[in-house]
Nanobody, 123 residues
Framework: QVQLITSGGGLVQAGGSLRLSCTAS????????MGWFRQDPGTERVFVAG???????SYADDVKGRFTIARVNNNNTVFLDMNNLKPDDTAEYYC?????????????????WGQGTQVTVSS
């Protein structure tokens, strides 16, 4: 059974930091692009950051310079380091894996999803 196990969310004050982790099991995603999305209730899942098998990264404009995505463990664990957090970053965060090499910015490009982890930033 393929799983993406997500952890690391929580409550933090504005300006603080959190690290989200996503570890794959059941198959290798070594050659697959992976990414992080976030979602508010009743809205679409929105791209935050992505990384391909070679380490190439892509970020949404509103997190550039504050968030960093990286992968380790033969590419099967993905981290999202979030710094200088703002109240607008509050959302449920999801880790996803695509079926291919290219970073996807749309949720429909992802074949596998982890469970969400809540990030709440207080002002």
């Amino acid at each position: 059974q393929v799983q993406l196990i997500t952890s690391g969310g929580g409550l933090v004050q504005a300006g603080g930091s959190l690290r989200l982790s996503c570890t794959a099991s059941g198959r290798s995603f070594r050659r697959n692009a992976m990414g992080w999305f976030r979602q508010d209730p009743g809205t679409e899942r929105v791209f935050v950051a992505g990384i391909d098998w070679s380490g190439l990264t892509s970020y949404a404009d509103d997190v550039k310079g504050r968030f960093t995505i990286a992968r380790v463990n033969n590419n099967n664990t993905v981290f999202l380091d979030m710094n200088n957090l703002k109240p607008d970053d509050t959302a449920e965060y999801y880790c996803g894996a695509t079926g291919g090499l290219r970073i996807g910015i749309w949720s429909t490009e992802y074949d596998y999803w982890g469970q969400g982890t809540q990030v709440t930033v207080s002002s």
